[in-house]
């Protein structure tokens, strides 16, 4: 096969067609936080499962890192336009949180909640079949604080607000019910794919 060289900023096809529209390539990973990095201990962590206002099962920091590991490497989109490839992340699948916990999904919507304050709504189909994970090391790695740890959600189909760093739990709720982003004008769902970047794209 005849080289042709890099002819400017172009991509291989193979890696272009990874990159949702709008979107640049990043080899870098950049920190995008609403506020501070809380200092969360992990002696002062835990994770709580709620159905609506009530927790239906709580595990330590211990307890959690005893639960089934998997692996998810992937591309992450970012709504400011940048995309990672093969991120490497290692964690529990949302689906093993809830066979642990023997719940079977109570309504169609999860709010996920972290220890900043923030939130971010994802529908419950999103979370599972091997989807998302609670992420508790990156690149072989715990998680650096900036980037979320101790633990952070994995949701990468959706654009990475999504992936709520910090997080100290998920809640079922009876609606589709808008976090901290997507009360701020991010839309509610947020498929790179169909750059549903903001409410009232389509
Ligand atoms: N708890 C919490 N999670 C959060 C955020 C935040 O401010 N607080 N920012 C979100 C946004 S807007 C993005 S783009 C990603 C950035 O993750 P990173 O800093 O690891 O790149 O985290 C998301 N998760
Ligand atoms: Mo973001």
């Known amino acids: 096969m005849a080289t042709r060289g890099f002819e400017g900023r172009r991509q291989a096809p193979e890696i272009a067609e990874r990159i949702p529209p709008g979107q640049y390539l990043t080899q870098d990973f950049p920190v995008l936080s609403a506020g501070p990095t809380p200092t969360v201990a992990p002696e002062d962590w835990s994770f709580t499962l709620k159905v609506g206002p009530k927790p239906v099962a709580k595990w330590s920091w211990a307890e959690f890192n005893a639960l089934p590991l998997s692996k998810m ?3 992450i989109h970012c709504v400011t336009k940048w995309s990672k490839l093969n991120t490497a992340w290692e964690g ?4 093993d949180i809830l066979a642990e916990a023997g719940l079977a999904p109570p309504t169609a919507f999860l ?3 972290s220890f900043d304050g923030y939130s971010t709504n994802v529908p419950a189909e999103d979370l599972l079949t091997g989807k998302a994970m609670v992420a508790l090391r990156y690149d072989g790695k715990p998680i650096p604080p900036d980037h979320g740890g101790p633990a952070r959600l994995l949701v ?3 654009y990475f607000w999504k992936s709520a760093k910090w997080l100290s739990g998920l809640q079922f709720t ?6 901290f982003w997507e009360l701020r004008g991010y839309h ?3 498929d790179p794919w169909r750059e549903q970047r903001y409410a009232g794209d389509a």
């Open 174 to 179: 009876q609606q589709d019910t808008l976090g």
């Open 92 to 95: 529990v699948l949302i689906d």
């Open 73 to 75: 490497t992937r591309d």
């Open 111 to 113: 709010l996920a909640h």
């Open 188 to 190: 509610a769902y947020g």
């Open 156 to 158: 990468p189909h959706l």
